[in-house]
């Protein structure tokens, strides 16, 4: 079988090499199309990279491929969807509101973009949770006459809360959480990102929007789609959050309470998460965690620290600990998570979204 | 008038230093006596800080005296608490168990030990908050048959949420607080304290005994004395809290879930904090902030921050910001703050239970 | 006697605010105009720091005084040197070759950028090291018409090791100098300054230019007036150096080997860094450190360390601690220092070279 | 072939971790004993990691296999070296002086302890510089009647500017050098190993005996095996350096100045070091780096970086950047490197020394 031809839009920026990063040896996606500003276009990746200092800008891990270091940038304004099969899109919101519908009207768009994300025919995926919102983008080719699609992926604080929601949802209930977050650095990209002057020795306890965010989108992706499959009606669990940033490089840290809809133990609620496998066509995805582990409850009561957990499972398990009766709330329950806010929450979890549409045949 | 004489136990550790630090000047205070561990006994103090390496182990940034360089240490076991006015205690628990009852015979023992936070007979006072409850310590004297009695400041995560609950109980009630604490470093001292390897691009989500300290205390320190001074009824507020460990050097941040007894605004919520002067007889004591400010509410959405905050009013005002409405909580509203660990928190906080105290004439 | 005028450009930037910060209570410099770029012109200076998001991005300790924060800014192209006595400059080079010489037509000019400090009739001027090239000033009016003069600063990074050399050129000669810095984030400023993603648990090898500067301006410094006061002769000594960044908020720290021109003991190098008061005219100026211990030599081999050690003297001293023979160069020694670059490295040296001018009798 | 039985001691320190992680999946050697302090004897080795709080103190992130989570830890005292073929030893110095000789008496002891470096007919071996020396392990069997020896590796921060060195002083000659080195954290263990409070906003510009280390062994390592195979002659290039501790959790940097032997250009320097593949035996081993490239010099000028390319070729390779000439020195030029202090400079590199003399036979 050969590949999907996938480009990506906002090849240069840190989301951007995220997704690189994550597609080099992807098994049936090859990016054939990196798209990025004008000021790029035309010239080679690596060299797109490379700043007036001489520094190659290329800030993930991984090392870039040869292949890809060669391929010319293309402009973002000039990527025809007819050229390839899937787009994925790391893009700033405003520029996304404008390029991600030219691009859907031929192919699927997945993107970190939240620039779509509120809007009633957009499903918001997180394919263990709620794939069963993906069909939503029939409803959206309908009303948009598109025929390829745009599916957002959640903000990544969402993410790892949404997550560990979902068995509590499903085998409890839930009423209402109030979640306060430390927020990785990489969240905030590097145009300008968090300043060191303002992080090291310190704590800034606000990041603009964020909170709306997650308040938002939780109730979305823990909601449920229409049975005719025409919109998504969000869960009635009330959630509020403040969110806050740490000097941590990655891996999103987050202090939840939560009201359950009945009573529980916590060795129920612990094992609710622990064997909690999520949506059945979501488990074996390439880029889902080993034995569909999208939840690790760890024992030791030190854990989970972002530095030691965030990687667990690729990045792609949310990781919980420190699972307690929280003695406040009708049937509270309180614990730490983990959620590594740049794979599952970034990049890998936009191209486990692809891969999950691909095999709900969503995406032809 | 001559000085109060004070001996200091515990004089050598980091807690010891910070009370060194806030005395050097005082009005009515004097440090007259420097106690540590038999090892240290007899040696000038800038001695028994030497390490077998050549450092010098002075940690805080105020400069030694010449005077305290040279002032000869005594043992811990040897202190006569007959030698001088009152005593501050800066020892670990267990050495308090110990030494501060045998130094409560004869004078007053004000502590930042957990030793006896708990117990009936033994007040836990913040000035501004709960300066009524210091007269409890004539139960203390009747029970135990001191001639001084013990008070300790409670757990330095406990007297920012304190101070901030205070207005909030007095003009509206106060339900339920549910509280994400991060706390600085020093909290943990150096034996070994927080180690760099563990800390650096990290989150430490658990901090051994914290969050139970916080929700007994709470209550403690909210509730009344009763009419007989026998003993205090704790508040009914129910505390809930999560208290991790972040990479700063000083000033413990907390996110605060409040519910409130009746109905208000962010604007009233606002006003009771900036309005609240605390406990008439704690205005204007030495070591109060400026103005009986114990609390600054902060205008700008990214305040406060530990570093840029922690210091206000000589580290004895806690600051606050990002007042909301929480949305889940019945009456509920949410904010951050942050209180110097270490100054109010701590050796600062206990100097300022004695100048209460004197001012309530309780030291004779 | 009325204070001196000064207006200050680049008044919204870091190293403007700490301009405002060094000179809220000086003893006779007033600021009477501030100014910025024109889309700061006509807002109170507050207003003017006030981002999109609401934040005050003020970022010194110290508090803005409520006279300052009303006090309109003015663009920096319509500064009119008449309207003041003195100027100091706080802007980036391009815009300092510019607007520095306009204003220097009129008035002496006080400067931390780069843009002239080159030039061969514009001296470098660390006050205990080469207050004598100070009169150069002379001949810059000449060659120039200016009725005032350029006087800059030099690099924050050479500021440290020259005043280091002064008394070792003085006592021993210096022939050649070995230098690896490790630097703090606040000498990148913040537009964008160095980036949290960056420099967490790490280190950057590179600050473009830096080891250039240090080169080049140390043999400035060291050099000598020549007695038709036209030109600075370079010192001849060798220099070399890899400059680095680290996680530190202020404070650089150097580790230097020194090859003297004579043979020493430790205890002489030491002594000749301990007794050194540097030029007498400069000493007891406002911002000098107390008794003209511009160089503070520690003799705990932990120190100096940036954090404990940058504002000693009110960041005004150099510290110095370490010193041990080389073994490797010619009478080689080698130590390390910490210097406060954006204290005496920065504002508060630029303020003191005003004030020894003041004392030279060379504002007329 | 079956895989030789290895025991560890100090199996349940940080550096014993790191032999565990890095013996994991090794080709032929297998660790059948894990040994540790008497209070720890009996435990299986997950056990005895736990600490009274609950936490697991594994550190490394490679996760522990089952079966050595499993495997009962024997008391240091009563190893018997009969019972395996070769020894690991993470030990501190005071210990390996009393337990390696006892091991070495029947079998090969691999040791990261400094306790054995300085002695005369003890090797001290990075395998691609001066794998010929280790046969002086002959010599050691005859003087002190060892069946097996002790060969220890150098302190980790030798090891980046030995390797570094080794190339240029093959093709050059090398005379001088002076080095400054920022180190990490992970060097100092964890015991209490750096502080957070005393390194974050930090440089420590003192490691206790580490510059007479780097001094010394860099001489040894360099130098020459007699011909009659019973010493090591020093090199006799001179080396002074300054050693510093930095906030980094991995990897030390070193800003390096070296006078060569004879006149080179930095292209010449440069080829040397990116062209060397070390000693001929060494290359290929299981923990060589790919292509035997011990050395990666990067054309970026902001590399290397400890955090970025610390990692290199699985940790063991040094990466170098920055090569200028110097401008001070005779024939000097400066550089900067990275080496994994933990990987090649600790329980790797002394598994590597493991796999070099089994190629050269020296085990049997």
């Given at each position: 079988m050969s590949k999907l031809r996938a480009v990506l839009i906002g090849a240069t920026g840190l989301a951007g090499q995220q997704f690189i990063a994550a597609l080099q040896n992807h098994p049936f996606i090859e990016l054939t199309g990196l798209a990025a500003s004008p000021r790029s276009a035309g010239k080679p990746y690596a060299e797109a990279l490379r700043?007036?200092?001489?520094?190659?800008?290329?800030?993930?891990p991984e090392p870039l491929t040869p292949e890809l270091a060669k391929m010319p940038v293309i402009s973002g304004d000039e990527?025809?969807?007819?050229?390839?099969?899937i787009a994925f899109s790391a893009v700033e919101a405003d520029v996304a509101r404008e390029l991600e519908p030219r691009l859907a009207k031929d192919i699927p768009v997945f993107s970190a973009?939240?620039?779509?994300?509120?809007?009633?025919?957009?499903p918001l995926v997180i394919p263990p949770v709620?794939?069963?919102?993906?069909?939503l983008v029939r409803e959206q080719q309908r009303r948009r006459g598109f025929k390829g699609f745009i599916v957002p992926i959640p903000n990544c604080t969402t993410t790892g809360l949404a997550i560990t929601l979902a068995p509590l949802a499903e085998r409890f209930g839930v009423k209402a959480v109030l979640m306060t977050s430390l927020q990785?650095?990489?969240?905030?990209?590097?145009?300008?990102?968090?300043i060191g002057l303002d992080i090291l020795d310190n704590v800034i306890p606000f990041i603009p929007k964020e909170e709306h965010k997650v308040e938002v989108e939780t109730k979305k992706i823990l909601g449920g789609l229409q049975v005719d499959g025409t919109a998504i009606t969000s869960h009635d669990v009330k959630v509020s959050c403040t969110c806050t940033r740490v000097a941590v490089l990655e891996g999103h840290t987050e202090s939840v309470f939560v009201s359950l809809g009945k009573k529980a133990t916590v060795a129920e609620v612990t094992a609710a998460m622990r064997e909690w496998k999520g949506a059945e066509v979501a488990r074996?995805?390439?880029?889902?965690p080993q034995q569909s582990r999208w939840i690790e409850v760890l024992d030791?009561?030190?854990?989970?620290?972002p530095r030691l957990d965030r990687d667990t499972h690729g990045g792609m398990a949310t990781t919980v600990g420190?699972?307690?009766?929280?003695?406040?709330?009708?049937?509270g329950f309180k614990y730490v998570l983990v959620s590594h806010n740049t794979k599952m929450g970034a990049a890998k979890g936009a191209i486990l979204v692809a891969e999950l549409m691909k095999a709900q045949g969503l995406l032809g």
């Open positions: 700043t007036s200092n001489g520094m190659t800008a290329w800030f993930v990527v025809k969807g007819k050229d390839y099969d973009a939240s620039a779509f994300r509120y809007e009633a025919d957009v709620n794939a069963a919102h993906a069909p990785a650095m990489s969240g905030a990209g590097r145009s300008p990102g968090v074996g995805l390439p880029s889902a030791d009561p030190y854990r989970p620290q420190r699972v307690r009766e929280d003695g406040v709330l009708e049937n």
